[in-house]
């Protein structure tokens, strides 16, 4: 169904997975190996891997299975955005797999160039919070936010300004009552040194909104080693 997952890329082609060539010298093997070993026609080393989308084994040499593996984790990135997605699209009475289809098929069109799955989800997600808007459907739009916040963090990119719509919506939540006029950051017992200094601040849910508290800026708490920024899991407390 993806196309773009189809492209060659570092991954040989299923003729030349069939013949299992040497990826340096394409010395014709007579069976495809299973391990890591060395061409008995060049003696260089070259790396067998079971690719991610196929299933299919594959021949890489070191540089090339470097590539691979990003690509395999940008795969899996992205899968896991659609995923996070996939109830809200199938709670609006759509089908993910035609919606992932016409989507890819589109932004195909209008960039001409394969769009990555990544892109696609990204695109649905747009999509997905205009419907939600028009429907003042906030418990979705804050699960649409938190994937898209998430997908950011994990792609190493900078989430912040995602994850404050979150708080937002809480915020403008505690606006609209009589009783609420200020909040309080709470911290977690395991938050980084930055988070637990903002830890019993309190402010005006107007101030909280404009100078956007949360997420801290400076947070550097890490679930991914990989990842640039931290991931601040402070929240608002009322102060009534």
């Known amino acids: 169904m993806f196309d773009w997952l189809k492209n060659k890329s570092v991954v040989s082609s299923k003729s030349e997975i069939q013949k299992a060539n040497c990826p340096y010298c394409s010395f014709e093997m007579d069976k495809m190996p299973t391990r890591k070993q060395k061409c008995k026609s060049c003696d260089k080393e070259y790396l067998v891997r079971t690719h991610y989308f196929t299933k299919e084994k594959i021949i890489l040499t070191d540089k090339e299975a470097i590539s691979y593996d990003r690509e395999k984790e940008k795969y899996y990135t992205d899968k896991s955005f659609i995923d996070g997605l996939k109830w809200l699209i199938e709670a609006s ?106 830890n019993g601040v309190k402010c005006t849910i107007k101030e909280a909104i404009e100078k956007k508290i949360l997420p801290c800026r400076e947070c550097n708490y890490q679930m991914d080693k990989k990842s640039v920024l931290g991931w601040c899991r402070c929240c608002y407390a009322l102060c009534v």
């Open 93 to 198: 009475g759509q089908s993910t797999d035609k919606l992932i289809k016409k989507t890819q098929e589109d932004l195909t069109k209008k960039f001409d160039q394969n769009a990555s799955l990544g892109d696609v989800a990204w695109s649905i997600a747009n999509k997905l919070i205009v419907e939600a808007i028009k429907k003042n459907d906030i418990g979705s739009l804050k699960g649409i936010y938190f994937q898209m916040a998430l997908y950011l963090y994990y792609s190493g990119k900078d989430y912040r300004n995602i994850k404050a719509k979150l708080y937002e919506l809480d915020l403008m939540d505690y606006q609209k009552s009589d009783v609420v006029k200020k909040v309080e950051v709470l911290a977690t017992n395991e938050s980084c040194e930055h988070c637990k200094l903002l």
